[in-house]
């Protein structure tokens, strides 16, 4: 059973996005789209992704803006939980889509 998640259950906290991405539906391996991130989120988007976020894929104003475009969206956001992560995705429909992708805090009672 998957839970259906929401916006409104699931709050995204913007101080806790580490990339957003873009494109048009389908494909997100990024041959349709472009994945941003931000300065405080490089370490770990590199480590994520497995190669280094480049200088070019860091910026802020896009990360803002892309998160207020799925903020906009509302209800029509789909909230997913994957493996420590939260990801808010919007399917716009004219077949572009966005997705923010945010950590997940630790686990309660586990020292970090
Ligand atoms: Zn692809």
Known sequence: MTKVLTLQSHPLDRSRVVAVYTG??????????????????????????????????????EVARVIDEVLAADTSVEVIEGL??????????????????VKLPPPQGVAS
């Not at 992560?85 to 429909?93: P, R, S, T």
């Open 84 to 101: 420590g992560e939260m990801i808010y995705y919007v399917d716009h429909l004219w077949g572009r889509c966005a997705a923010v992708y």
């Open 24 to 61: 048009r539906r389908g494909c997100m391996c990024g041959c349709n789209g472009e994945y941003h991130y931000t300065g405080a989120s490089r370490a770990e988007a590199s480590k994520r992704r497995g190669y280094e976020v480049r200088d070019e894929e860091v910026d802020e104003i």
